[in-house]
């Protein structure tokens, strides 16, 4: 084998074993108590004397090794680069270090570091050098295998990750070269040894079905299989509620409740039921949301609760579900299927014609749903032309009416209350039997997805209200208005277009709301949107009620997917709770267990953690699904390289331009090398690239351009420019796509509705 794969103890052995020592120790003692080889001993002592350079040790007269205090030091958490290179995230906001390749050979995308600053570079960024790992990300790394001289190496996956690992030849596990195999690593890589690694699992070839989801699920760390422990519990449970679970409800099974999703959907979290009720002389509705009753049978602590905690949240991957809880309750026992009883609990409110809320309670109920209804069949009874004719008209008929006119009124509150709606186009991906795209169409969200979204908000905004009144700690859905630094670029972006937000230095969501419907039918409407939305906060998970931005709430939490949310499932506990006059207290213990070593833990409450927990996997999952959608979108222009498309400019960066085309609802690069020989200029207020001769490249531009390359490891596609094309004097119509996509299951569709804040 060659010499330079020789191991050398690296940087964190030697720093603990100083810190184990009861003695202080040579150079010589040291090398003992490692036992490091004695081909190896001159790299050794090179590496204590780069430690002695870096300051994290000392020598003394007598030859003594001693720690110097780490104070002196950078911690941070590293973020790695496609071309190798990388960066040190500062933990105390400050600038980020650049890390050159020869410094990222030392550490992985994500490890936490401490670095020391050495200068500048070239386009002066600070520039840092590693001096000591003090967490590794990485245990298990997933990626193609390929054969050299020295033996099997593995190429990761995550192209963020520079380093190849080499596999120990006793742990090969019979694969080969080209497969996709996870691999477990039993040492990290340092400037002279690479990592070694043992592999865990055999995935597959590169082109089998569905190995865009296995590599996806390992590469963001996604638990997608269940414990024993877990497994044992759920298959304990029965298959329906039995007559003890009666006992303390109310028995509402007389009523016609529905559930309303999509085609796809298999696990059901609400059902509906809405009747007309006078308030006095006037008229209002009496709505009832019924969520499915998780809490009953997920107790704190428990197997199924330490799985669900581990994910947090469901996935929901094209033609495929990892759900956050074992198919025995997610499909079965809790799920609001028809025509069986289910456990639930109801939030009961009334309202006005107008929508606003008059009272409310919540109490645990026996319900049982007479109808699975989908988005598409509701709309279509809705319409005129059902309504027409009253023979094809369901039992169940008037309920829906109903259930529409409350819409309606939550609708007119809405417009009052001045929540956001951006115009989002969804897409659905039609896949075939192997998992491959065969086209993405659009979908048009219609007055059933509407319908249903506007009954979970009341009931949401109920459950926040409890809560406060109660004064029971738990986490609410916050949004925050937008940052100092956001608010000022977009105004000085809408200045330049001859726009402006009202507000002042604090605006509300009625001032984007108002300037969304001012700009709505202007031709470059979808990039004044953008920018709006780009200047708003992302929502997250906190026992600190800040309200809600987006949605115009002062307290909103997430109360209607316990299915499928953690934190839906926290605040059915607290709720419950509060009706028994308790309280609940999480512990945690139950909780630490599934965060990575941090100062976070001694730092925050125990409500604290779960939102900081929930709000992380809440993200990974998203860059999870990016990534395998992604992968499936690079796959299915594989054989369209050389076509030309028109589209319309959808990003701007320094680099250059993304542009989306309009038939395919694919999104590639224009790179800025491509747009011509002369300097261009980024602009980033403006979101434009500026030529010396004049040409802006903008966000809404129309051009035409021709695919040129395609890299689904990278999750890249590259476009170049043909031509600029002329604005269209209207946005261009959209299609709606068929009821019977295999694309992710409807309650992702929930998650992204045309009010982009709701999530």
């Known amino acids: ?49 780069a430690m002695t350079r870096d300051q994290q040790i000392r020598s003394d007269a007598q030859g003594r090794l001693q720690l110097l205090p780490e104070s002196r030091f950078i911690a941070g958490r590293v973020q790695g680069h496609r071309e190798g290179y990388g960066f040190l995230v500062r933990d105390d906001g400050e600038p980020d270090l650049f890390l050159s390749s020869a410094q990222m050979q030392k550490v992985m995308h994500n490890d936490r570091a401490r670095a020391r600053l050495v200068g500048y570079d070239r386009r002066r960024r600070p520039e840092g050098h590693i001096v000591e790992v003090i967490e590794r990300a990485n245990t298990h790394l997933t990626g193609c295998l390929i054969c050299k001289e020295e033996g099997i190496w593995l190429v990761p ?286 979908r048009v969200r219609n007055e059933a997805h509407q319908l249903i979204e506007e009954c979970m908000l009341a009931a949401n905004v109920c459950a926040a209200d409890l809560l406060q009144r109660h004064q029971h700690p738990c986490l609410y859905r916050v949004h925050a208005g937008p940052s100092e630094e956001k608010l000022a670029s977009l105004r000085r972006f809408l200045g330049g277009v001859g726009l402006t937000l009202g507000g002042g230095e604090k605006p509300q969501a009625r001032d984007y709301a108002a300037l969304i419907a001012q700009v709505r039918a202007r031709p470059d409407a979808q990039m004044l949107q953008t920018m709006l939305l780009r200047s708003l906060q992302q929502a997250a998970y906190s026992p600190d009620n800040i309200g809600h931005f987006g949605l115009a709430y002062s307290a909103y939490t997430h109360f209607t997917s316990p299915i499928r949310r953690y934190p839906d499932l926290l605040v059915h506990r607290a709720l419950r709770a509060i009706l028994n006059g308790r309280q609940y207290r999480p512990r945690k213990s139950d909780v630490l267990r599934h965060l990575p070593a941090s100062s976070l833990r001694a730092k925050t409450s125990v409500w604290q953690t779960l939102g900081l927990h929930c709000s992380a996997n809440e993200r990974r999952v998203d860059e999870a699904t990016r990534d395998v959608e992604a992968w499936l979108k690079c796959h299915f222009m594989l054989d369209k390289r050389g076509e030309i498309y028109e589209g319309m400019v959808s990003g701007v960066t320094s680099f250059g331009l993304f542009v989306t085309l309009d038939t395919l609802f694919v999104e590639g690069l224009v790179h800025i090398s491509t747009l011509g020989s002369g300097y261009l200029e980024y602009d980033e207020i403006k979101n434009e690239l500026r030529a010396h001769t004049g040409a802006r490249y903008g966000l809404s531009d129309r051009l035409r351009v021709q ?51 709701t999530e």
């Open 1 to 49: 084998m060659n010499k330079t794969l020789t191991p050398i103890p690296n940087r964190e052995e030697i720093l603990s074993a100083l810190r184990a020592a009861k003695t202080s120790l040579t150079a010589d003692d040291m090398a003992e108590t490692l036992s490091v080889r004695r081909r190896a001993r001159e790299g050794f002592l090179a590496r204590l004397a």
């Open 157 to 442: 996956s995550e192209q963020r990750i520079g380093q190849e690992i080499l596999i120990e030849p006793r742990g090969r596990r019979k694969a080969r070269a080209g497969q996709i195999v996870s691999v477990e690593l039993i040492r990290f890589p340092d400037r002279y040894t690479p990592a070694l690694g043992r592999i865990v699992e055999v995935l597959g070839e590169c082109g089998d079905p569905g190995i865009e989801i296995e590599i996806a699920v390992r590469k963001f760390g996604i638990p997608h299989q269940f414990s024993e422990a877990a497994r044992a519990q759920a298959a304990q449970l029965p298959d329906a509620p039995v007559a003890a679970d009666l006992r303390g409800r109310v028995d509402m099974r007389h009523l016609p409740w529905v559930t309303i999703d999509g085609e796809d959907a298999r696990d059901f979290d609400d059902a509906v039921y809405g009747a007309a009720v006078k308030l006095g002389r006037r008229r209002g509705f009496r709505l009832m949301v019924a969520i499915a009753d998780v809490s009953y049978y997920v107790k704190p602590g428990d197997a199924l609760d330490t799985a669900a905690l581990e994910r947090s949240t469901s996935v929901y991957f094209p033609r495929r579900v990892i759900p956050m809880l074992p198919p025995e309750l997610s499909t079965g026992l809790c799920s609001l299927n028809p025509n069986v009883d289910r456990c639930a609990l109801v939030c009961d409110l009334v309202i006005d014609a107008q929508g606003a809320l008059h009272t409310y309670q919540f109490y645990p109920a026996m319900i049982h749903s007479i109808a699975r209804l989908t988005y598409t069949e509701v709309a279509a009874l809705l319409s005129e032309l059902s309504a027409a004719d009253a023979r094809s008209r369901p039992a169940f008929f008037p309920q829906l009416q109903t259930l529409h006119r409350i819409y309606q009124a939550l609708a007119r509150a809405r417009a009052r209350r001045g929540a956001i709606d951006f115009d989002v186009v969804e897409t659905a991906m039609i896949c075939n039997a192997e998992g491959k795209i065969e086209r993405i169409l659009p």
């Open 707 to 757: 695919v040129s390359r395609v890299d689904p490891d990278a999750r890249k596609i590259d476009f170049l420019l043909v031509e600029r094309l002329p604005m269209p004097a209207r946005a261009h119509s959209r299609i709606e796509a068929p009821s019977n996509s295999s694309t992710s299951s409807a309650k992702k569709s929930r998650a992204r509705k045309k009010s982009v804040c």
